[in-house]
């Protein structure tokens, strides 16, 4: 009888401890954003670049934060402003052989290597569908896209090629590196690519995306 009533008095501490535990689990948020961009030609379909970007996540956090907090940036806001295109992501030697760079999100002061064209995206500012950044969700994913527009129509940038058939690969728009900026001036992404060359004579569109993941996980 005092066993069976022992063994009775252990099992209910066991049952106690483990909705003890059960309380104290700690559910801990899993974030992840990756990000896809595809550059081409919307009147000929022509597509030149697929490829994937690396995030800066020290500017991502900061940017989440704000925006969440409804709170400004030293110069602005913390949504994304603009795109900005650089020709400094790769070097080509004399046999033609490309290095790409390495993308410059390790640091909050990060940017690109060379810029040479920002256009605004924001389109609170545009007003147009063709620059344009929109948020895109189906539920009940647990992800939702930040799907970035940006057209460079056959007059931009001033003082382009008129056509695409220089053999400068150093030409200060042949692009080979792009980034997402915030209004706050803070690189959000950089990617860095083969060298593609704007000219008077084609249309060029950047659709950018940026996946939002969220999961949880128990500790």
């Known amino acids: 009888m005092h066993s069976l009533e022992m063994q009775g008095k252990e099992r209910y501490k066991y049952i106690k401890w483990k909705r003890v535990m059960s309380l104290n689990k700690i559910e801990t948020s899993l974030l992840g954003i990756e990000g896809h961009i595809k550059i081409w030609d919307p009147e000929s379909g022509e597509v030149f670049v697929r490829r994937r970007n690396a995030v800066n996540y020290e500017n991502m956090s900061v940017a989440i934060a704000n925006l969440l907090a409804n709170a400004s940036g030293n110069t602005s806001t913390h949504e994304i402003k603009t795109m900005r295109f650089g020709n400094g992501g790769t070097s080509i030697d004399g046999l033609g052989a490309v290095t790409y ?12 290597y060379n810029e040479t064209h920002s256009q605004t995206v ?16 189906t539920s009940p994913n647990n992800f939702s896209d930040v799907i970035t527009t940006c057209t460079l129509d056959y007059n931009i940038p001033a003082g382009q090629d008129t056509t695409d058939t220089g053999t400068n690969m150093n030409g200060t728009y042949v ?9 706050n001036n803070d690189l959000l992404t950089h990617v860095v690519f083969h060298p593609v060359q704007k000219s008077a004579n084609r249309k060029i569109q950047v659709i950018y995306t940026l996946r939002i993941r969220s999961s949880f996980a128990d500790l």
Do not use: M, P, R, W
């Open 101 to 112: 760079k390495a993308t410059n999100t390790n640091s909050a002061s990060g940017s690109l």
């Open 122 to 137: 924001d389109d609170a500012i545009t007003s147009s569908t063709d620059n344009q950044v929109i948020a895109s969700h």
């Open 175 to 183: 692009f080979d590196e792009l980034a997402l900026y915030t209004g």
